[in-house]
């Protein structure tokens, strides 16, 4: 299950595990203009962990989701009339 709110600056996605116990902590997902962040809680250390991923790299991972295994690079167009480096 998970729930999707749209708030001030960011749409926050909830992961809700449902699976078989033992289950695991919700899993919140923040998507701001510049980043996304994925948080969960770990009771063993009473901590929220923090992942923080770029733009790109959450489309990196969006892609890798149904790649086979080996090394890639993804090659992006660049925007608006800007050219590459």
Do not use: W
């Not at 295994?69 to 608006?80: K, L």
């Amino acid at each position: 299950m998970f729930t999707i709110e749209h708030e001030f600056d960011s749409t926050v996605i909830t992961l809700v595990d449902e699976g078989e116990k033992p289950l695991l902590e919700d899993v919140v997902i923040n998507s701001f203009a510049e980043c996304v962040t994925l948080e969960q809680y770990d009771a063993r250390t009473d901590t929220v962990v923090r992942i923080t991923l770029s733009p790109e790299q959450l489309q990196d991972l969006a892609m890798a989701l149904d790649l086979p295994e080996g090394v890639y690079q993804i090659r992006r167009e660049p925007q608006n009339g800007q050219s590459g480096s």
